[in-house]
């Protein structure tokens, strides 16, 4: 479950850039409001790892995020989303090169991919089912991919004239992607974590 962290009033998005409580903690910004986001479950976090390692064999190194970056999207105010792992396009990489902070901004190019995988709970439910498809379409990001391990799918959204056109990927159906196009995975060998 996610809690918002105490603030007495709404951050702008580069107040949320300057912010460090002085902790690790992570936190999203959500209309203006930093939302913690606590420590993934353990399947989780190894299904992100799998994935990674999978990705790796597919992109070189560099083009991989693996929540080591941010992405600030639309919303009524300020938003910036923690994705689990992204795949740059080259000119998303490079619009990074030389800054501080490893954060996507609007007016850099959107990588070609972004991963979130779900954890328990309506709220992060709804968050990356919902939320998240409308922001990452905005950003006209070409794709998302939602990994379930509660419902042991994977839903793929290709960005299509302005929206997302979802697929939803069960049991032995392999996961057809476009930007990774030779993904020959099934979602029970995701959730299996076996290649």
């Known amino acids: ?30 209309d203006g409001e930093l939302v913690e986001m606590p420590p993934e479950s353990e399947e989780n976090a190894n299904l992100a790892r799998f994935l990674y390692s999978v990705l790796l064999q597919h992109f070189p190194f560099y ?12 919303g009524r105010r300020a938003r910036c989303r923690l994705p689990d792992l992204i795949v740059h396009t080259e000119e998303s990489q490079a619009a990074l090169l030389g800054t501080k902070r490893a954060t996507i901004t609007r007016d850099m190019p959107p990588p070609a991919l972004v991963i ?19 922001e990452y379409a905005a950003r006209g990001i070409a794709e998302y991919w939602i990994v379930d391990p ?11 004239d302005g929206a997302y056109e979802d697929t939803i990927v069960r049991g032995r159906d392999r996961l057809e992607s476009e930007i990774v196009s030779s993904f020959a995975l ?5 959730f299996a974590m076996k290649v």
């Not at 083009?63 to 639309?74: A, C, F, M, R, T």
């Open 186 to 190: 099934s979602a029970d060998q995701v």
């Open 63 to 74: 083009l991989i995020g693996h929540k080591d970056l941010e992405i600030e999207v639309s």
């Open 150 to 160: 509660e419902e042991r799918q994977i839903t793929v959204c290709k960005w299509v």
């Open 116 to 134: 979130e995988v779900v954890s328990p709970g309506s709220t992060n439910r709804t968050r990356d089912y919902r939320h998240k498809h409308t």
């Open 1 to 30: 479950m996610t809690n918002a962290a105490p603030r007495s009033k709404v951050m702008t998005f580069e107040e949320y850039l300057a912010y460090d409580d002085g902790t690790d903690t992570q936190y999203e910004l959500v």
